[in-house]
C-alpha cells in the first residue's frame, strides 16, 4: 500500500496540483491513512518503518467527516469538534453528522 500510495504522488502536498479542493483533502486523508497503517504494521510486526518522513510534505487534514467537505471548502460556518469517527458513541453528533462544539470558518 505504501509503494502504490506514493507511485501515484500521495506523499507529495497536492497543494500546487490543479484538481479541486476536495481531491486534494481526500488525497491527504487518504495519505495520512497509509502513514498511520505503515506506523501500525511496523509496530505490531516488530519492523522498520516503510515511509521516511523526511520523504513526505503532506499536511495534516482537516478533522470534519466526508459529507462536510463542500460546506467547508465553501466557507461555511460549520460547528466545531470532533468528527463522527473519532467521537464517541453517547455525543449529539450521531443524530446530525455533524460536530458539535463551537463554530468554525473555513480559511482555505
Known amino acids: 500500500a505504501v509503494?502504490?500510495?506514493q507511485d501515484?504522488?500521495?506523499h507529495h502536498s497536492p497543494r500546487?496540483?490543479?484538481?479541486?479542493?476536495?481531491e486534494k483533502e481526500t488525497r491527504r486523508k487518504i495519505w495520512w491513512g497509509v502513514y498511520t497503517l505503515d506506523c501500525l504494521l511496523a509496530?505490531?510486526?516488530d519492523r522498520p518503518l516503510a515511509i521516511k518522513d523526511a520523504d513526505c510534505d503532506v499536511g495534516i487534514p482537516v478533522e470534519l467527516d466526508n459529507?462536510?467537505?463542500t460546506l467547508y471548502f465553501a466557507g461555511a460556518l460549520l460547528p466545531r469538534?470532533?468528527?463522527r469517527l473519532c467521537g464517541d458513541s453517547s455525543s449529539s453528533s450521531r443524530s446530525t453528522g455533524l460536530p458539535d462544539e463551537s463554530a468554525v470558518r473555513s480559511t482555505h
Open 8 to 10: 501515484i504522488g500521495l
Open 16 to 22: 500546487y496540483f490543479f484538481i479541486s479542493a476536495i
Open 43 to 45: 509496530l505490531a510486526l
Open 3 to 5: 509503494r502504490a500510495a
Open 81 to 83: 469538534g470532533r468528527s
Open 67 to 69: 459529507e462536510l467537505l
